[in-house]
């Protein structure tokens, strides 16, 4: 359908908008995108006669208002001071959302929404993702331009006079990965664990009904811009069987899909855009999408790497990556670039929790599954050849014939990872980093970069390791892991605890004014409201189901080793499970933690359940297979 309209470029005139949306009568509803601390972005339909005719108040915020107390803006907007405008942003792209589902029935064509995004303010102040993000781009690239001018010659930029930077570009990019099923699809997960050890899936052909759907998104992607690098299987699935009709059944496998990088809250816009499109492009095609960062224990989650980079521009109006050294294969990176991925592993701890604030997140968070565990980088082993270790935080991607392809991916992110709030706390720790760096020669930053564990540096923490060219899974233990990069939190009030523990850090990321006390406290408080209650209401009950379900099988011919098998396994249901007058259950001790507000015995309760629950079902697993 080349006739339909797909993007209003960013910055576009209101004269220019309203001829575009006159010509285009199929797109029939406006709808303000505004992204809460949750990372859960805003739907209405607004009729287009009424943005038409009021656009002004749509630009200004008087159009259109939310009750923010039905958004995850806890503790500010509350219910009897809930009112939040809405006022559009132009800077951005807008984007058109299509409903193939429904068609117009002058045009033929499907109808439309042009999606708007916009800004949440709360008497006075915006209180959004988006603005945490913006305001924060715009305080660090003041900062660092007066750090540039004040250092024009900078170690590793000896190609530049920083003294005549004009401006700084941040970019960023997301790569989006998710498990496609055929509705009520059933499968062991042995299978599949097996089938990812065997290494069977990653870049195999798709086929069939998935790769119809997967064909359909990346090129309505295209349609929008976005310049999509690849789409292609991951490590997790099975292969698909097809049924008497040749109708592909039991399909579970999981799909990656890249894009190109872009300025960095456009790049957080885009991520929106792809989700939707996969998601309602797959189930047009009869497939149900997961972006759950683990939506089955024990196979591969799914992740989110977000690539972060920065760029001067000239007063001649050339680029220059501000992370490439002037030689490629003499440095790794500029003193600039030491000091961006300093500033993000020293300060990580308070980064971590807008990474990882779900029971759901911290569960992909695993050895074993290609997913970081701990605070520690990868350079490679020399300048000429780049690192490619997948087992590290945060890694330093190089083209050695390309400068400009310089960045720093973090691999911890995922899906449903709020990229605003992420991508403004790494530049706010970027910024941190660079303050210390741009005095340094990157011979000096290197040594301190690769500092061990109790070496005393200027910037870097004494007790820490901050960079490994090993395989961290394999060549360390759990123990030395956490000696040396420090030990990864087990659950969601560990990781948002880090909030409170490092007000140092914390100082760093609030430094833009962006990450108010008032933003960080609503963005905890909805966390572990979601952590309380998902336990409560979903985890609990699940793995009460698990015990339920771990029954004594009855047999003619029963052992010694299944009668021993039995009684560990009862033992362990009763433990987690059976209450009495004097004793109660694990899972109800962790109920009632939860519900008197003392979230660090729930944490640790949380953490023995987990343990548990696995025991369990593995005793129940030998039992069952050594029954006749």
Not at 144 to 156: D, E, F, R, T
């Amino acid at each position: 359908m080349e006739e339909l309209l797909y993007v209003i470029p960013a910055n576009s005139k209101k004269e220019d908008i309203v001829a575009m949306l006159t010509a285009h009568p199929e797109i029939k509803f406006v709808s303000l995108v505004g992204i809460d601390l949750a990372g859960n972005d805003t739907d209405e339909k607004i009729p287009m006669r009424v943005f038409l005719k009021d656009m002004e108040d749509f630009y200004s915020g008087r159009a259109v208002q939310t009750d923010g107390s039905s958004v995850v803006l806890s503790g500010i907007a509350t219910l009897n001071n809930a009112k939040v405008d809405m006022p559009i942003d132009p800077s951005t792209n807008w984007y058109i959302d299509y409903n193939f589902e429904n068609f117009d029935e002058k045009t033929g064509l499907p109808i439309g929404t042009l999606r708007i995004p916009a800004f949440l303010i709360h008497n006075g102040k915006r209180v959004d993702s988006r603005a945490v993000l913006a305001d924060t781009l715009d305080f660090v690239k003041k900062e660092l331009l007066a750090i540039m001018h004040k250092n024009p010659k900078i170690s590793g930029l000896e190609h530049i006079d920083c003294s005549k930077i004009k401006d700084i570009s941040f970019t960023a990019a997301t790569e989006l990965e998710f498990w496609v099923k055929t509705p009520i699809s059933h499968v062991h997960i042995d299978e599949m664990f097996a089938s990812q050890v065997m290494q069977e899936q990653y870049w195999q052909r798709t086929h069939g009904v998935v790769r119809t759907a997967l064909e359909q998104s990346i090129e309505r992607l295209e349609k929008y811009g976005l310049k999509v690098e690849m789409g292609h299987k991951e490590v997790g699935g099975i292969k698909a069987h097809l049924d008497n009709s040749g109708n592909m059944t039991s399909v579970c496998e999981q799909i990656e899909v890249d894009w190109r990088f872009d300025e960095a809250l456009q790049a957080a816009d885009n991520e929106l855009l792809v989700r939707t499109i996969v998601k309602q492009t797959f189930r047009l095609n009869g497939l149900e999408v997961s972006f759950k960062a683990k939506p089955m224990i024990g196979v591969a989650g799914n992740g989110e790497h977000t690539h972060i980079g920065l760029a001067a521009i000239m007063e001649d109006g050339s680029f220059c990556n501000l992370f490439a050294p002037t030689e490629m294969t003499k440095d790794y990176m500029s003193a600039v670039g030491y000091g961006a991925i300093m500033g993000l592993l020293k300060n990580y701890e308070v980064i971590n929790p807008f990474v990882s604030a779900t029971n759901d997140s911290l569960n992909r968070l695993k050895p074993g599954f290609e997913a970081p565990v701990c605070i520690v980088t990868s350079l490679g082993h020399s300048p000429e050849v780049p690192s490619r270790n997948r087992s590290i935080l945060a890694g330093l991607v190089r083209d050695v014939s390309n400068p400009m392809a310089t960045r720093f991916e973090l691999r911890a992110c995922n899906p449903y990872t709020n990229t605003y709030l992420v991508v403004a706390a790494i530049y706010s720790a970027v910024l941190d980093g660079v303050r210390y760096s741009v005095s340094k020669t990157t011979a000096e930053l290197l040594a301190e970069l690769s500092k061990e564990a109790g070496e005393e540096t200027d910037y870097l923490e004494t007790d820490r390791a901050y960079r490994s060219e090993k395989d961290v899974f394999e060549d360390y233990t759990a123990d030395e892991r956490n000696h040396l990069f420090g030990a990864p939190p087990a659950t969601v009030w560990e990781n948002l605890s880090a909030l409170d523990k490092h007000l140092e850090k914390r100082k760093t990321v609030t430094a833009a004014g962006a990450f108010t006390d008032q933003i960080i406290e609503a963005f905890k408080d909805g966390a572990l409201t979601r952590w309380k209650m998902e336990l409560i209401a979903r985890i609990i009950p699940e793995n009460r189901e698990i015990v339920r379900a771990a029954n004594e099988v009855k047999s003619n011919f029963v052992t010694d080793q299944d009668a021993y098998n039995w009684n560990k396994i009862n033992e362990l249901r009763c433990y987690l499970a059976k209450d009495s007058i004097d004793e109660k259950s694990l899972f109800t001790l962790l109920i009632n933690a939860l519900n008197e507000g003392d979230y660090e015995t729930a944490s640790s309760l949380q953490v023995e359940m987990y343990d548990k629950i696995e025991e369990l079902k593995a005793l129940y697993d030998v039992y069952v297979k050594n029954i006749i």
